[in-house]
């Protein structure tokens, strides 16, 4: 048996919404913002970093709030090393019963070249920029950017810097993900055993999944000493993304009994953070995903099945119910009125307000009548974000599409434009590409289509497909999805959903998050 003391807690810093939020195309709303927010701090994350204040207007509105709003959590937010960046990111901060400030800076030799600082410089700023948080506040956390590749001694003398300036935590990044386990946890024992005041500080890890190790190395530090991991919901960040907070959670409570250590964080949470955060940013996750895929808990092969229902044990380590997913309740059909879709929603983590659950009721009742049995992901599907008709400028009103081999697909589209009637006929190869150019026809635009992904969502020939759209124009990236039984029009619906998006990215000209530097330390 386990045994587990206050020194075996390992706190869980969430950074979906600053490095996930980061990761190209996943761009989140304010509202979207705050509700993952209120999720993770209701699930028992220790500190949820909430954005990079400095970055715009809209990351400083979103931090405040979060803050205002924060329950349990700490609240965290970003700075690049200089007294600019410190004081807005504690401005919006300040809000929190708990405020944190995390400030870094890039360490290592290729990071120092670049604001062009000797090692003596950089080490001055690091004392004046810690401190100065320091003043503004009791709880700061400082990184030194691509930890993994500064020089050892270096990389001891800055934090040991740090924390005679006054950080109370110290994270090591691997900033490229180029560590590997054994080098993770050597790396924290080492640093802890030789910097002067490291057992008066708390030390992080911060990994990057560029050669998918970044769970892996998360846990390893761990068993070098480090208590406190950064992650992100399904993995979200930059690249190939951060350590999964799914994955560093289950593990230490499934393999206890090796790693002896525990965090408090409501795993039967997971699922519904996890399905809001892809509905957020537009990211699906990959059906083999470790803990929260599609088939992460699916047995298909005859064997598998047989051996489940003998006993579970067979084929499972831990149970659905660990991470939230119901057994599979009884589907919906067309006679479901609104107080069971409301109780299903909830289920499936969407606290719906009223005027939502009245749009997604006019859309279940639509899908029911097309599809005998309505079961839970088609409902995850069709409360997807985006879908807002009324601020909507621009919307579908009908589409016909003809197709076959007798020659090129032929769309004939109706879309209502800032409240004006249009419509287009336009030829194409198949039927997306005659629809995307009749949307193009109505509504001229220069956006870059980045990526477009169907699935579907459940089995047989009136499955709903979920369509992925990621445009781009001048630098602002925006994902819209949509689910239909029809794929042309989840399509098309998809496509205008992240043409709306950019609308309204181009109309908050003002607000648009600035293209950050991270070595711009002026
Ligand atoms: O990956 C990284 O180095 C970061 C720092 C800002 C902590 O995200
Ligand atoms: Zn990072």
Redesign the pocket.
């Known amino acids: 048996m386990t045994t587990t003391q206050d020194k075996d807690r390992v706190l869980i810093f969430d950074?979906t919404l600053r490095?996930g939020e980061q990761s190209p195309g996943a761009t989140m709303t304010h509202e979207e913002k705050l509700e993952i927010a209120e999720m993770l701090d209701d699930m028992g994350v220790d500190i949820i970093e909430a954005g990079f204040p400095i970055a715009s207007e809209g990351d400083f509105k979103a931090v405040k709030e979060i803050a205002q709003r924060s329950k349990k959590s700490v609240i965290c937010g970003l700075a690049r090393a200089n007294f600019k960046d410190i004081d807005r990111c504690f401005e919006a901060v300040k809000h929190a019963a708990q405020p944190r400030i995390h400030t870094f800076i890039g360490t290592s030799p290729l990071h120092r070249a670049i604001p062009n600082l000797t090692r003596d410089e950089m080490a001055e700023r690091i004392h004046d920029t810690v401190t100065h948080a320091r003043n503004l506040c009791d709880n700061v956390q400082w990184s030194p950017m691509d930890a993994t590749r500064t020089e050892w001694d270096y990389l001891c003398r800055v934090i040991e810097i740090a924390i005679k300036a006054g950080a109370t935590t110290i994270n090591i990044?691997d900033?490229v993900g180029y560590t590997a386990p054994v080098e993770s946890a050597d790396l924290i024992k080492r640093l802890i055993a030789a910097v002067p005041g490291a057992d008066e500080v708390i030390f992080a890890t911060?990994c990057?999944n560029d050669l998918g190790m970044a769970t892996a190395n998360a846990l390893a530090a761990v068993a070098g000493g480090a208590r406190q991991i950064e992650c992100t919901v399904n993995g979200l960040?930059?690249r190939a993304g951060?350590t999964a907070l799914e994955e560093v959670v289950m593990a230490l409570k499934v393999r206890g009994d090796i790693m002896p250590y525990y965090t408090q964080v409501d795993s039967t949470k997971i699922m519904s953070v996890s399905r809001r955060v892809s509905t957020a940013s537009g990211f699906a996750v990959q059906f083999n995903k470790a803990i929260v895929g599609k088939n992460a808990f699916a047995h298909e092969s005859g064997i598998h099945q047989d051996g489940m229902l003998k006993n579970a044990e067979t084929f499972e380590i831990m149970r659905p119910s660990d991470v939230g997913l119901q057994a599979s309740s009884l589907p919906l059909g067309k006679h479901s009125g609104r107080a069971a879709l409301r109780a299903k929603a909830k289920d499936l983590g969407f606290d719906l307000a009223d005027n939502q659950l009245n749009d997604i009721f006019v859309r279940f009742k639509d899908l029911a009548d097309r599809k005998k049995e309505v079961y839970d992901d088609d409902l995850i599907a069709l409360m997807r974000v985006g879908e807002n008709p009324e601020n909507d400028r621009l919307k579908i009103l009908s589409l016909r599409v003809a197709c076959g081999t007798g020659g090129p697909a032929e769309a004939v589209l109706s879309m209502e434009i800032d409240g004006v009637k249009l419509s287009a006929t336009q030829n194409g190869d198949g039927p997306v590409d005659a629809t995307f150019k009749a949307v193009r026809e109505l509504h001229p635009n220069k956006a870059r289509l980045q990526l477009y992904q169907v699935n579907a969502v459940t089995e047989g020939t009136d499955a709903q497909a979920t369509v992925s759209v990621r445009l781009e124009e001048d630098g602002n990236i925006a994902t819209g999805q949509s689910a239909d039984t029809d794929t042309v029009l989840a399509s098309a619906k998809a496509y205008v959903n992240a043409l709306n998006r950019l609308l309204v990215r181009r109309d908050k000209t003002g607000e648009d998050r600035k293209e950050i530097n991270y070595r711009d330390m002026s």
């Open positions: 950074t490095d990044p900033t911060h990057h960040g930059e951060n």
